[in-house]
């Protein structure tokens, strides 16, 4: 099993434009997530799942959508990115524990 | 506001206790997680508290008591490999919605 799966590893863009992160899982898990990591401080909820076709905001979910049309895959889009979205983006998803992929480093330049 | 509160940081030194509080907010609550993150990593799960009580693996614990809104993460016989950052973690919404506090960086001295 691969667990979680993020793609980028790494990106840079430039201000206004759009990107999609792409975030997969195979264990099964209806629950899934998405944060964001500024240096030095702990994870914010940016959205999450809680099973297919349904997903809720966070603590920070502004410039950002998702989409959960699957259990396995669980999308974060980027409108018209600014520099305050330069953070280490992290998916994750949950049974009983959260598993996290290895993050996606974002620099919007 | 932040509605988890745990100390910025912690050192101790090697063979020692640490014990890292947590306090969380009450709307929701529905259990707290520990995780553990190495240098800005993948955060890995070590610990879930739902009710009253002490949770224990291996050299780690993890406490809760719902009355005073208050839990610990206990690490014992520490190692230089423990030098990390730890996050309470609070499970609302029946545990679907996770909200990480702002972390407790421990190094662990010689």
Redesign the interface.
Known sequence: NAGVTQTPKFRILKIGQSMTLQCAQDMNHNYMYWYRQDPGMGLKLIYYSVGAGITDKGEVPNGYNVSRSTTEDFPLRLELAAPSQTSVYFCASKNTEAFFGQGTRLTVV | GQSLEQPSEVTAVEGAIVQINCTYQTSGFYGL?W?QQHD??????LS?NALDGLEETGRFSSFLSRSDSYGYLLLQELQMKDSASY?C?EGRNQG????????TELSVKP
Do not use: C, E, N, R
């Open positions: 997680s995780y800005g990593g993948a955060p890995t799960f879930y996050f973690v679907g919605k996770l909200i990480f506090g702002q972390g």
